[in-house]
């Protein structure tokens, strides 16, 4: 089962210590030649003129008859100022538009610039209030909820595009904020680009200050009385009118918030303190309010106030719009004792006359840009009115649209020009001294996808662009065509004629 074995060693020779040869070579390239020429302006030449010097005899004077000069100009007078006022009041030339004109805007002459979208929002979020900064490059956008049963408990958003930036993108805010809740209303200040108010549903009024790129906390909050904050306004109440308790030379501008209870109340805004200091605060009263629709008012918290303005040359006179069609014109000079405090000041009564109500909410109440009596409402009625604050029983003109209306706004260009915002998408401009009224002088292109609009605001730096705000959460830059924007040279005296004819009917 088992044998011997032996096995044998088997071996080699290591080679480990052999030589090894190596051999080095090299190579080399032609020699490179260079070579360097000149060449010079072989002939130069210089020429220069002058023109012969002329003495003009200053000495020099035409003879003429002064008393045949005086009794040419007094007879021929009146008939220039009437003729120059008849063509002052002519339309033969409205709406003519030179050559040079008509070739810009082939095509409509309307532009869509950009469309602005904000991705952090929540799907229900629509877009509640635009504004632009005093610059007219830095637009913010609010976002909020459109319907609230009662409390608000969403997450509004606001969101700020600078339109001229090299790295702008429509699609990606320069600033994104998040508040505590929806965002109902907007405004920048009036001459420092970088600051901005935000009024809430909750009833805060929250300022920012854009120039701390990386600070997005407020510099101040206030509360409003526990109502919503449906306006905010920049303003320099006592710079006019006649308020004679005001030195005009130490006014500082003021934010004027109105409320869903019937507040508004003016805070004086410091920068350098960072604060809002509640200066005066007005109720509208149910006293206030005619006779029908009195029951369901509460005497404490007021007529929920929807639209407010602040006249051109008064800025002591404003406006209000309400629930139930109501529209106030209001005096801050008044001294009427409401009986009710908020944050250690007695409101004042502010209602001093009414205009005839709408048979619906008012979505817009404003006073003209360039004329102190004109005032133009808009509200869920489906009408458009002209008014003059001097005949306040019947508007001067009123339009009624097909479509239902959700925001208006006069153009701060032409005198007799509103942008009107409806509930099919589409945005008009419509011309109120037209013969034929309901016909719109411009209509904006729809979107593919048309959605109700919520709001719409004029660059006023930019006299060509407008934003539109939609329930999609969109806004659109349009750019408009020169003819909606320049003026016709008697436009003005066109919104006088309306507004004189309607008083003198009366």
Known sequence: MFSKYKNSPQGFQSTWKTEQSLATDGTQTEELTTEDSECQVVQQSEAGTQTDEEKVDLQTQTQYDVDSLAAFLHRITPKVIKELERQNRSQAFAGYALRQEEEEEEGGGVRLLHTLRCKLIQPEMVVTGLAWSSTGSVIGVGYGANQHDDWCDHCGTLAVWNINRSDFDANQPERVIEMSSCVLCLAFHPNNPAVFAVGTFNGEVLVYDLSHSEDVTPMVTVECGGGAVTTLTWTDVG????????????????????????????????????????????????????????????????????????????????????????????????????????????????????????????????????????????????????????????????????????????????????????????????????????????????????????????NHKNVKLLSVGDHLGRVQIWQLPTSAVSPLPNERAILQTLLTSATAGD
């Open 239 to 458: 710079q006019a009118g006649t308020n004679n308790t005001t030195n005009t030379t130490t006014t500082t501008t003021s934010l004027v918030a109105t409320t869903s209870t019937g507040y508004v109340l003016v805070w004086s805004f410091s920068i350098t303190k960072q604060q809002l200091t509640l200066k005066t605060g007005f109720l509208v009263r149910s006293e206030d309010v005619p006779r029908v629709g009195r029951g369901s008012l509460n005497e404490r918290s007021g007529l929920g106030i929807t639209a407010a303005s602040f006249n051109c040359e008064d800025s002591l006179l404003f406006l209000l719009g309400g629930v139930g069609g109501r529209l106030f014109i209001c005096n801050a000079a008044s001294e009427t004792r409401t009986g009710v405090e908020y944050g250690g000041v007695e409101l004042r009564a502010c209602v001093s006359s009414t205009l005839s109500s709408h048979a619906g909410k008012v979505v817009a109440a404003e006073f003209s840009p360039y004329h102190r009596n004109a005032v133009i409402t808009a509200a869920s009625d489906d009408q458009i009115r002209l008014y003059t604050i001097l005949q306040a029983n019947k508007p001067v003109c009123s339009v009624h649209s097909q479509e239902g209306l959700t925001c208006a706004r006069w153009s701060p260009y032409r005198p007799v020009v509103v942008a009107v915002g409806k509930v099919t998408g589409q945005v008009t401009l419509l011309d109120l001294s037209s013969k034929s009224t309901g016909e719109p002088l411009l209509t904006l292109p729809p979107p593919e996808r048309p959605a109700p609009i919520s709001t719409l605001q004029f």
